[in-house]
């Protein structure tokens, strides 16, 4: 059997007052799955995301991300992995508003050393796909909110990451443009891309995801648990 992407075993995130933010989660994720987390506000589905992302530490527990134990990372190891193994997607896009689109496409390929004649073939290509390439010399602050929200996929997608985490990413766009990004998400995991994604939006999991885990107060809902003991 392919080995999941993704596996917390029994995680538990508390902070300083004790609350827990994570509960004895244990989720597995598989390369080409689109799992979409759902919970309210406080559920835990922001801390789960950024401890796959390396953005947090578990208190107990292990999160394993395409073979290496996140967790267990360094500072500098940790960055290194969100470079290059993950791509991520924001709510607020990130993006930098004094380069332009295709700098900012450009940007993590630099970081991880890519040829700079490979990343600007693939920061074409990734353009052309995504339907945003007459935009490619246009600065940020003049693209709609679908527009940015599509040059930070391709942000996300530029160095071929095993895994696209993607928090709240319509959660700042209107109906039509969340529509338009939720389609793309199903696009890419069509073409066999990994994603975890969080969010609060039912009808946003159900167009773009093969699968959604619920938690509420910081648990797994019981039908999760159930399936989770088949991964």
């Known amino acids: 059997m392919t080995a999941p992407v993704i596996e917390l075993t029994n995680v538990s995130r508390r902070y300083d007052d004790g609350a827990a933010a994570l509960d004895d989660v244990s989720v597995a994720v598989q390369p080409g799955e689109a799992v979409a987390i759902l919970g309210p506000s406080g559920s835990g589905k922001s801390t789960l995301l950024n401890l796959v992302a390396g953005l947090d530490r578990p208190t107990s527990g292990t999160v394993v991300v ?3 134990n996140v967790g267990a990372m360094s500072e500098a190891a940790s960055a290194r992995y969100r470079r290059s193994s ?16 295709s700098d900012n496409v450009l940007l993590p390929a630099q970081l991880v050393g890519m040829r700079r004649a490979e990343a600007r073939d693939r920061t074409r290509e990734l353009l052309q796909v995504l339907g945003i390439e007459r935009h490619a010399n246009a600065y940020p602050g003049r693209l709609s909110g679908g527009e940015r929200q599509r040059v930070a996929v391709a942000r996300a997608l530029v160095n071929r990451p095993a895994l696209v985490l993607a928090d709240e990413p ?11 990004v939720a389609a793309l998400f199903s696009e890419l995991n069509e073409s066999g891309q990994t994603i975890l994604l969080v969010t609060h939006d039912d009808a946003i999991a159900n167009a773009c995801a093969t699968r959604t885990i619920r938690l509420a107060d910081g648990r797994l809902s019981a039908g999760d648990l159930i399936a989770g003991s088949a991964l």
Do not use: I, P
């Open 66 to 68: 395409a073979g290496a």
């Open 86 to 101: 993950v791509g991520m997607v924001f709510q607020f896009f990130n993006l930098l508003d004094d380069l332009t689109v």
């Open 170 to 180: 319509t959660g700042a766009l209107d109906s039509a443009s969340g529509a338009e």
